[in-house]
């Protein structure tokens, strides 16, 4: 394929895949293709003319060979999610979309075991509530899982609200399916407890968001169901509080699930814009904590628990004021806000955000003193965070000044605000990308500021898999360091 003729080879990859695929696996109507084109946030926008969906692995393993016969890149998409335009595919139209959302089998599911095989379009949601049928559960979860899949979580190495008990999907995925740039199968779904065969292919496919292989299935562990649980609101003054109502809890139980922490503002903007919402709490908290303890036990009982710490900690001064979930309708609901805060924040106007981490020690000292930096540095913007306290994730966003013109926002002052952000993230001896990956938004920002021997070690390992760039080009890393995004 040559850069000037895009459809050309895209024409001949049909033709190619007309006498492996179905007709249903091969897409060319625009209007069916649309909705791919363009990224969760709105801010990226692509163009395809083929959008393949296979719904077997050997039908990924051909459409794999094909397109690397043809020199068409391809673009895996599972919910199309991404909150860095992960899974959007180029302007030029070269590539194709890789829809593995027809991959939707639940292989296997060992409730004894722990151990769950789901295809790469299974989506989040339903693999909750296979686990529940069997009275285990897959314990990650996040605003998206409705669309969100298994594919998508595996390459983006997602986090989510239970990462402070149970880590990331590097800790949650036992084993991964994968067709490689050849077209090679990697099967590393035995969930091997020991396994010294070199380096740990599953885990360099975990997080490489699609650029060295299409993950086609992965083994996940599973844990006990929840048999009780105690969701509680609090509202106290300052970050640093928070922490150490954090610290108490974690001294007090090893079953501290979530620990969510957000600034009146966010609470305020899912009021506003979210029907059927409403605070949790009388009167006004600059800062607000949503925690959650569960049991896994009949006679678990962490309400007890919670109401024991919480007690002593409005008795301290350390909280102002708190409430327990009454009831699971009143936990979803305090739930819900929770996970609505991004849609909220969007529909308040356009704003610069940040998925960045740092030390979990440094990040009540990091929300308050970066957003005042950056209100101090770009006048008439508003600056806060939210996000996942015990594990120092922080989601920072800076609001335009009213009046903004989005598209000069976004085009002109964007990446000023994001590369001040990212500065002070750095110099904190965090990482500008915590949980939803580098994509095409984050890639310029990583070749800056990313540490010399990380970034020569990603281009190598990137060389030796995809030398051709054909798997999600422009994402993650290139092998130009200056290559332009799309």
Request: some cysteine; glycine content about 10%.
């Amino acid at each position: 394929m040559t850069a000037s003729d895009p459809r050309s080879a895209i024409s001949r990859l049909v033709t190619r895949l007309a006498d492996h695929l179905s007709p249903r696996a091969i897409v060319t109507d625009p209007d069916l293709i649309a909705p791919s084109l363009t990224d969760w946030r709105r801010r990226f926008h692509g163009a395809a003319t083929l959008l393949l969906a296979p719904a077997t692995v050997a039908e990924v393993q051909a459409i794999v060979h094909a397109a690397r016969a043809e020199g068409v890149p391809l673009v895996p998409q599972g919910g199309n999610s991404s909150m860095v335009g992960g899974a959007t595919p180029p302007a030029d139209g070269r590539a194709a979309i890789l829809s593995l959302r027809r991959l939707n089998r639940l292989r296997h599911l060992d409730a004894e075991g722990g151990l769950a095989i789901a295809e790469a379009g299974v989506i989040l949601s339903d693999l909750h509530d296979a686990a529940l049928g069997v009275r285990r559960r897959f314990p990650l979860s996040l605003g998206a899982k409705g669309v969100a899949t298994v594919g998508g979580l595996v390459s983006t190495n997602a986090g989510g609200t239970q990462v402070l008990r149970f880590g990331t999907m590097r800790a949650l995925v036992a084993g991964v399916e994968a067709v490689l740039p050849d077209g090679s199968l990697h099967d590393g779904l035995a969930a091997l407890k020991k396994d010294n065969r070199g380096y740990d292919l599953d885990q360099l496919l975990i997080g490489a968001e699609g650029t060295l292989g299409v993950v086609t299935a992965a083994t996940l562990r599973l844990v006990p169901a929840v048999a009780a649980r105690c969701v509680a609101w609090v509202g106290l003054a300052s970050p640093d509080a928070a922490m150490k109502l954090l610290r108490r809890f974690q001294h007090a139980t090893p079953a501290l699930e979530s620990f969510e922490l957000l600034p009146a503002e966010s609470l305020g903007a899912v009021l506003a814009h979210i029907p059927g919402t409403r605070a949790p709490l009388a009167g006004g908290h600059p800062w607000h904590v949503l925690l959650e303890v569960t049991g896994d036990t009949p006679d678990a009982d962490p309400a007890a628990l919670v109401e024991r710490v919480l007690a002593t900690a409005l008795e301290d001064g350390l909280a102002a004021d708190a409430t327990l979930a009454a009831s699971e309708a009143q936990a979803e609901a305090f739930w819900r806000i929770r996970d609505s805060i991004s849609d909220a924040e969007r529909a308040t106007g356009p704003a610069a955000q940040h998925d960045i981490s740092v030390p979990v020690a440094a990040m009540p000292r990091f929300m308050v003193e970066a957003a005042a930096a950056c209100d101090a540095r770009f006048p008439g913007t508003r600056a806060s965070g939210f996000g996942h306290l015990g594990d120092g994730n922080v989601h920072f966003h800076v609001r335009a000044a009213p009046g903004t013109d989005p598209a000069h926002w976004y085009a002109d002052q964007v990446p000023v605000v994001s590369a001040f952000v990212h500065d002070l993230v750095v110099a904190a001896g965090g990482s500008i990308s915590a949980e939803h990956g580098i994509g095409q938004m984050k890639r310029h920002e990583l070749e800056r500021l990313g540490p010399p021997a990380r970034l020569t070690a990603l281009r190598a390992i990137k060389r030796a898999f995809d030398p051709d760039q054909l798997f999600n080009p422009g994402k993650l890393v290139t092998l130009a360091p200056d290559a332009p995004t799309q």
